[in-house]
């Protein structure tokens, strides 16, 4: 079973931000959260990860609260291309990649 | 794009029958991952590998063994296909063993 719970679906309008919310709460000290997406039905693409600290790169931010039991993906200018399926993932073992159903997000003219 | 490749794209086939999914990388990556998607999941890891010829399971790999003996390729062997692994097998490399993975753009496998 995935270690975090998403909402199903989300809607955003293009242009603004999108907010996704992860909850995992039983995060251990040295478990990463992670972000992939998938769009329709190609391989997933990554997005970013951390571990405690808020992370930014060219894609997304992240932001982790201090007792790391849930996180936010934020994409700051929601294009009509973001749509797809969005997967927070928290992983602290090489076999430990649980995917979950994921956020089904939906950017809207 | 990472340089990664799934062969063959598609492929159906008669139950019992063994199958040959390959995953060839020219990243020079020591990590390769072998997953599979059905319908409404996520994605579940079958099984792994950590360099030439060091291999192992994930969360799904009952019916299924892998081999890798040279670095850009990892194979993934159904020895008696069945219904129930018809799904779309996606193949991941990785530098480190916690940077981002690359994913191939997938197998979709039918089983009859």
């Known amino acids: 079973d995935a270690k975090t719970t998403q909402p199903p679906s989300m809607d955003c309008a293009e242009g603004r931000a999108a907010n996704l919310p992860c909850n995992h709460s039983?995060?251990?000290?040295?478990?990463?959260v992670y972000w992939y997406r998938q769009i329709h039905s190609q391989g997933p693409q990554y997005i970013i990860h951390?571990?405690?600290n808020n992370e930014t790169n060219e894609m997304a931010s992240l932001i982790i609260t201090e007792d790391r039991k849930s996180s936010t993906l934020i994409l700051p200018h929601a294009t009509l291309r973001d749509t797809a399926v969005y997967y927070c993932?928290?992983?602290?073992?090489?076999?430990?990649?649980?995917f979950g159903a994921g956020t089904r997000l939906t950017v809207k003219p | 794009d990472a340089g990664i490749t799934q062969s063959p794209r598609h492929k159906v086939t008669e139950t019992g029958t063994p199958v040959t999914l390959r995953c060839h990388q020219t990243?020079?990556?020591?990590?390769m991952y072998w997953y599979r998607q059905d319908p409404g999941h996520g994605l579940r890891l079958i099984h792994y590998?950590?360099?030439?010829?060091?291999?192992d399971k994930g969360e799904v790999s009952d019916g299924y063994s892998v081999s890798r003996s040279k670095t850009e390729d990892f194979l993934l062997t159904l020895e008696s296909a069945t219904s129930s692994q018809t799904s779309v097998y996606f193949c991941?490399?990785?530098?480190?063993?916690?940077?981002?993975?690359?994913f191939g753009p997938g197998t979709r496998l039918t089983v009859l």
């Open positions: 951390g571990l405690k």
């Open positions: 590998s950590y360099g030439v010829k060091d291999t």
């Open positions: 991941a490399i990785s530098e480190s063993a916690f940077n981002e993975q690359f």
């Open positions: 990243e020079n990556h020591r990590y």
């Open positions: 993932i928290v992983r602290g073992a090489l076999n430990d990649m649980r």
């Open positions: 039983t995060i251990s000290g040295n478990e990463y």
